[in-house]
C-alpha cells in the first residue's frame, strides 16, 4: 500500500517537497493544510485524490496519514508538532524550528517520552560537496571556520517582522551553523553584534537586524566567525563555508567545494540533489524504521537552535552566551 503524506503550508518548500514525494514509488500526497481551504485546494488539484483544508485537526481527522511535512515560518510552529506527537504520526519539519528554544524544547519534551520519527530540513548536510568535505576534515587539524550568507531581503511581511522570523540568523543562516557543527563539532560560546544600517529606513514595519557577525568558540578549540547581512540587492549573494587547516583551505559553496592544498587547486561538484536525498532517507525511515539515512533529527536541530538563539541573545545583551 502507497504511504499517505500530508503537508502543512502552501509555500514554495511545501511545493518542492510536494514534487519530489509525487516522483516516487509507493508514496501518495493525500492531503494539504493552508491557512485557506482555498489556498490548500489550488495544491491539491495538482495532486490526483488529494483533500484540503483550512484546519490541522480535520486534517488529521479526515484522513489516516503515515507522515506529514511542516512547512511554515518560524512563528507557527508548536500546535502543528504537538497535534502530531499526540497521535503518534512522524513529521518532517523545514528549519528553523522555532523562533527561540523555548517551545522546541517543549516539543522535545514532548518527543521524549514518545517513539514519533522526525526529520529537519538542514538540506546542505545532503550535498556531495559537504559529505566529501566532512570525509576530508576527519583527517585534518581544523584551525579557524569563517562562514557568511549574504543577500538581500525576502520582501514578505513576516520574515522582516523579528517576531516573526527571529531575524536572518536564525532564519537563514541557521544552515551555516547547522554546517559549522555538523563539520566542526558543537559549539560552546556564542558572542554575537548585530545591526540595522540599511532596511529599516527602505522598507516600511522592519523589526529585524540587516547586517551581523558572530564569533563562535566550538568545544575542541577552532574559532569560527559567521556573518550575514540582507542588505544587497536582488541577485547578488556570497553563502558559504572556508575551512582553515593544517592541510590547506577548503572553500565550500552552495554548488561545491574548492581545496586548496600545497598550491593546488580541486574542484569538486554537487551532482546529487540533496532535497531528493533528504526525502528518501525520511520515506525509508517510514518504511523500514531504519533512520541511519536522516542526518538530522529534532533532537539535533534543537542543538543548532540553542546556537542561534544564543546569538540572537548575545547581540540583544551584548555579552558572551555559554551555549
Given at each position: 500500500?502507497?504511504?499517505?503524506?500530508?503537508?502543512?503550508?502552501?509555500?514554495?518548500?511545501?511545493?518542492?517537497?510536494?514534487?519530489?514525494?509525487?516522483?516516487?514509488?509507493?508514496?501518495?500526497?493525500?492531503?494539504?493544510?493552508?491557512?485557506?481551504?482555498?489556498k490548500a485546494g489550488r495544491m491539491a488539484a495538482e495532486?490526483?485524490?488529494?483533500?484540503?483544508?483550512?484546519?490541522?485537526?480535520?486534517?488529521?481527522?479526515?484522513?489516516?496519514?503515515?507522515?506529514?511535512?511542516?512547512?511554515?515560518?518560524?512563528?507557527?510552529?508548536?500546535?502543528?508538532?504537538?497535534?502530531?506527537?499526540?497521535?503518534?504520526?512522524?513529521?518532517?519539519?523545514?528549519?528553523?524550528?522555532?523562533?527561540?528554544?523555548?517551545?522546541?524544547?517543549?516539543?522535545?519534551?514532548?518527543?521524549?517520552?514518545?517513539?514519533?520519527?522526525?526529520?529537519?530540513?538542514?538540506?546542505?548536510?545532503?550535498?556531495?560537496?559537504?559529505?566529501?568535505?566532512?570525509?576530508?576534515?576527519?583527517?585534518?587539524?581544523?584551525?579557524?571556520?569563517?562562514?557568511?550568507?549574504?543577500?538581500?531581503?525576502?520582501?514578505?511581511?513576516?520574515?522582516?517582522?523579528?517576531?516573526?522570523?527571529?531575524?536572518?540568523?536564525?532564519?537563514?543562516?541557521?544552515?551555516?551553523?547547522?554546517?559549522?557543527?555538523?563539520?566542526?563539532?558543537?559549539?560552546?560560546?556564542?558572542?554575537?553584534?548585530?545591526?540595522?544600517?540599511?532596511?529599516?529606513?527602505?522598507?516600511?514595519?522592519?523589526?529585524?537586524?540587516?547586517?551581523?557577525?558572530?564569533?563562535?568558540?566550538?568545544?575542541?578549540?577552532?574559532?569560527?566567525?559567521?556573518?550575514?547581512?540582507?542588505?544587497?540587492?536582488?541577485?547578488?549573494?556570497?553563502?558559504?563555508?572556508?575551512?582553515?587547516?593544517?592541510?590547506?583551505?577548503?572553500?565550500?559553496?552552495?554548488?561545491?567545494?574548492?581545496?586548496?592544498?600545497?598550491?593546488?587547486?580541486?574542484?569538486?561538484?554537487?551532482?546529487?540533489?540533496?532535497?531528493?536525498?533528504?526525502?528518501?532517507?525520511?520515506?525509508?525511515?517510514?518504511?523500514?524504521?531504519?533512520?541511519?539515512?536522516?542526518?538530522?533529527?529534532?533532537?539535533?536541530a534543537l542543538m543548532t537552535q540553542r546556537v542561534t538563539?544564543?546569538?540572537?541573545?548575545?547581540?540583544?545583551?551584548?555579552?558572551?552566551?555559554?551555549?
Amino acid at each position: 500500500m502507497a504511504l499517505e503524506i500530508g503537508i502543512i503550508g502552501t509555500g514554495g518548500f511545501s511545493q518542492l517537497h510536494a514534487g519530489i514525494l509525487s516522483e516516487m514509488d509507493g508514496v501518495r500526497m493525500s492531503a494539504f493544510c493552508g491557512t485557506s481551504k482555498e489556498k490548500a485546494g489550488r495544491m491539491a488539484a495538482e495532486f490526483h485524490g488529494a483533500k484540503a483544508y483550512d484546519q490541522i485537526t480535520d486534517m488529521l481527522d479526515g484522513i489516516k496519514l503515515d507522515a506529514v511535512y511542516i512547512c511554515v515560518p518560524p512563528m507557527a510552529h508548536g500546535e502543528i508538532e504537538a497535534q502530531l506527537i499526540e497521535r503518534g504520526i512522524p513529521f518532517f519539519v523545514e528549519k528553523p524550528i522555532g523562533l527561540n528554544l523555548d517551545l522546541p524544547s517543549q516539543i522535545f519534551e514532548k518527543l521524549k517520552k514518545t517513539q514519533v520519527m522526525t526529520a529537519v530540513g538542514y538540506h546542505f548536510r545532503y550535498k556531495d560537496s559537504i559529505q566529501h568535505l566532512k570525509k576530508l576534515l576527519a583527517n585534518q587539524n581544523i584551525g579557524m571556520i569563517l562562514g557568511q550568507w549574504m543577500g538581500a531581503m525576502p520582501m514578505v511581511p513576516w520574515w522582516r517582522n523579528q517576531q516573526g522570523s527571529g531575524g536572518q540568523f536564525n532564519e537563514q543562516t541557521t544552515h551555516i551553523v547547522d554546517l559549522l557543527r555538523f563539520l566542526g563539532g558543537e559549539i560552546d560560546t556564542v558572542y554575537a553584534t548585530f545591526g540595522q544600517q540599511i532596511m529599516q529606513k527602505k522598507v516600511e514595519d522592519t523589526t529585524v537586524a540587516d547586517i551581523g557577525t558572530v564569533t563562535l568558540g566550538l568545544k575542541s578549540g577552532v574559532i569560527a566567525n559567521l556573518s550575514n547581512t540582507c542588505i544587497l540587492p536582488n541577485g547578488v549573494s556570497r553563502i558559504g563555508l572556508s575551512v582553515y587547516t593544517d592541510a590547506g583551505i577548503m572553500d565550500w559553496e552552495p554548488n561545491g567545494i574548492k581545496v586548496n592544498r600545497d598550491g593546488n587547486q580541486t574542484d569538486i561538484d554537487d551532482i546529487s540533489n540533496p532535497y531528493e536525498i533528504e526525502n528518501e532517507a525520511f520515506i525509508h525511515a517510514i518504511r523500514t524504521g531504519d533512520t541511519s539515512r536522516i542526518l538530522s533529527n529534532y533532537q539535533d536541530a534543537l542543538m543548532t537552535q540553542r546556537v542561534t538563539t544564543a546569538a540572537i541573545e548575545s547581540a540583544q545583551k551584548g555579552i558572551l552566551i555559554k551555549c
